[in-house]
């Protein structure tokens, strides 16, 4: 898959964040990566072998004083890691899209139990 279609299906993936989410990202870079680098595996302490399919670095919203003029937040979507968990085309596009949903979560100050649990809200509903 070439990094063109795969950076479509990942800006699908933010175009379906309600508008009213999306209105405050607005100092949010949403990347694409085939592989977290080595920098980002060591901050994370990552162990070998660890599937990692997206990953939020910055200050949640909820925890920012004065932000403006600050370096943007960074989401980045893994494509390979994504890739190698999916059986077909469109679980692949799924799990983009989950991954988007689940980052975007953090820049809006849910931890990985609370992400979690609005998953399972949010997939009840599907």
């Known amino acids: 898959m070439n990094d063109e279609y795969f950076s479509q299906i990942v800006n699908r993936g933010y175009q379906n964040i309600p508008e009213e989410f999306r ?7 949403i990347t694409i ?3 977290p680098s080595a920098e980002q595996v060591r901050k994370l302490q990552l162990r070998p072998h660890t599937t990692l399919f ?12 004065n932000y ?3 370096i943007p937040d960074k989401i980045t979507i893994f ?8 059986r077909s ?3 692949f596009i799924q ?12 820049f809006f100050g849910m931890n990985e139990e609370e992400v979690r649990d ?3 809200r949010r997939d009840r509903l599907r």
């Open 79 to 86: 494509k390979y890691p994504i890739l190698r968990a999916s």
């Open 118 to 120: 609005a998953e399972k």
């Open 54 to 65: 997206g990953l939020y670095e910055g200050v949640p919203l909820p925890k920012r004083s």
């Open 33 to 35: 990566a085939d592989f």
């Open 89 to 91: 085309l469109d679980e």
């Open 95 to 106: 799990r983009v899209e989950d991954t988007v949903w689940h980052e975007v979560a953090h």
């Open 68 to 70: 403006s003029g600050a």
């Open 23 to 29: 209105q405050q990202m607005d100092n949010v870079a």
